[in-house]
Every structure is written in C-alpha cells, then in structure tokens.
C-alpha cells in the first residue's frame, strides 16, 4: 500500500464549470495510509448540523490553496465531520503549506465506502463506517464525510456520492 496516495480521480470531466463529475470507482472498500499528509483545516458554523457558512469558507480556503499552488492536480479530497450540531470541521488535502490557513497533518490508517443519495444520510452512513471498521477486526476512532460534489453539481450529474472514511 502506497502512503499518502488517493484513489485515481478524472478532474477533466467537470460539465458544471464548479465541481467535477465524480467516479466512485477505486474508492469503495479502500484502505488509505497517510503518514504526515498535508492538510488545511477550517471550520464551519452550522445550526442543528445545517451548515451556515460553508459556501464562504470553502470559497476561501480554495481560493488560497490555488494562490499557494498547493491543489494536488490529480485530485481533491476534503474530509467533514461534525463537532456539534453548531460546529464542522473541514480537512482540504493539499501538497504544500498554505498562508493564511490552519495547516495540520494526519498521520493513520483509513479505510472508505462509498454511499449515494441525499445528505441527510450522513448519520446512518456514519454507523455503517463503524460497522465496517468492526469487521476489519477495527474501531473506527473517527468518521468523515467527503462529499465529493456540492448540491448543485449532484443536482446537476443526478448522483450525490459521498465517501465514509474512518481513521482506524
């Protein structure tokens, strides 16, 4: 298993001009390892886990991780969870240290699945992450969501998928 690799991405394939179309294909069942990856962290405001600001900060950090040059050109990957219902936090995989931005790295195990549907399944794709890292002989410590399109865009492909990935 390769460190610090991400399942193979088709960034050409982008019909909306905002998020490309995603294919799940590579990512379900995957085992990820990063050691020291790179990542800008930002968080969110949300009101009971409807986001609030994630459209302007978003905005932001992407805007500054294209200023630093620090977007991977093979892919993207932004891993969400929630702290509250009034707080999530974002990780923006990058490939150098961003000005203005809370860079972290991660370090650990992850394994994935891929989910479709609306987003108010987030909790129950949540519980299938535990249960997924309890039958890989594991405890899932924490699960994020990569919506891997915006609204709009799944509007727009007619498919929202979404990536469970839990540190195990």
């Known amino acids: 298993?390769?460190?610090?690799?991400?399942?193979?991405?088709?960034?050409?394939?982008?019909?909306t001009g905002c998020c490309p179309k995603f294919n799940p294909e590579g990512w379900d069942g995957r085992h990820l390892q990063f050691k020291d990856k790179p990542f800008v962290r930002a968080t969110t405001r949300s009101l009971l886990h409807v986001p609030i600001n994630?459209?302007?900060?978003?905005?932001?950090?992407?805007?500054?991780?294209?200023?630093?040059g620090a977007q991977d050109p093979e892919g993207y990957l932004v891993l969400s969870r929630d702290l509250s219902s009034i707080e999530a936090?974002?990780?923006?995989?990058?490939?150098?240290d961003v000005a203005d931005e809370d860079m972290v790295t991660l370090s650990g195990d992850f394994i994935t699945r891929v989910f479709e549907g609306p987003y108010r399944h987030?909790?129950?794709?949540a519980h299938e992450m535990e249960v997924a890292a309890e039958a890989a002989g594991h405890r899932a410590k924490r699960i994020f969501m990569f919506?891997?399109?915006?609204?709009?865009?799944?509007?727009?492909?007619g498919k929202n998928y979404v990536v469970g990935v839990a540190e195990i």
């Open 1 to 15: 298993m390769e460190t610090n690799v991400l399942p193979e991405m088709d960034m050409s394939t982008n019909e």
């Open 54 to 68: 994630m459209g302007a900060v978003f905005t932001r950090v992407q805007e500054n991780i294209e200023d630093a």
């Open 89 to 96: 936090e974002h990780y923006f995989a990058v490939t150098c």
């Open 122 to 125: 987030a909790k129950d794709w």
């Open 147 to 157: 919506y891997t399109t915006c609204p709009k865009c799944a509007r727009a492909y």
